[in-house]
């Protein structure tokens, strides 16, 4: 597992429940999906690393790790809380279960896969403004004649003592 309370999160959040949430998906490719996903997600994210210093761009993506983290947990709510009802609607009172198994199936991927695309954009945009420090503030930051800050020789990366 990527990160230590995985084992937590799967016993809350449940990926093989004696046939829910997931009937004819292998629980196996919802999380090599999600794990996917969430790897893209991190080198995105990092790609873009020299955009966390920015002073204005630092606002947008504080306020995005946020509506990121609450949607997760209203996506989780939807994957906790949705199973027995849609099962009932889409596959138990469903003249065509073939169709409805498949919405079952790819209403819940999609919800897991989101739960922790969203969960690991918030907490790595959280990090990553924590490790990048604004540029106007960080420490040694050279500024030009306009008092403009300008590029350090490190490449705006905080160098930590080792």
């Known amino acids: 597992m990527l990160f230590p309370l995985s084992n937590a999160f799967l016993a809350v959040i449940p990926v093989d429940d004696g046939g829910r949430p997931f009937q004819d998906l292998p629980p196996a ?3 090599a999906v999600t794990m996917l996903t969430c790897i893209f997600l991190t080198f995105a994210t990092f790609g873009r690393r020299d955009r966390f210093a920015d002073p204005r761009s630092r606002g947008r993506y504080a306020r995005s790790a946020r509506i990121c983290f609450a949607a997760a ?3 989780l ?4 809380l949705a199973p027995s009802g849609l099962y009932r ?11 409805g198994l498949a919405l079952y199936d ?8 989101v739960t922790f695309a969203l969960l690991t954009r918030a907490f790595l ?10 540029e106007s503030t960080a420490p040694g930051a050279v500024a030009t004649a306009s008092g ?10 905080r160098q930590d003592a080792t």
């Open 29 to 31: 490719v919802v999380s």
């Open 73 to 75: 947990l209203a996506a």
């Open 77 to 80: 709510a939807g994957y906790v």
């Open 89 to 99: 609607a889409l596959i138990t009172d469903s003249p065509d279960s073939a169709i």
């Open 106 to 113: 790819g209403l819940f991927a999609a919800l897991y896969v």
């Open 125 to 134: 945009l959280l990090a990553m403004l924590e490790y990048f420090a604004e």
């Open 148 to 157: 403009v800050p300008g590029p350090k020789a490190d490449g705006g990366q």
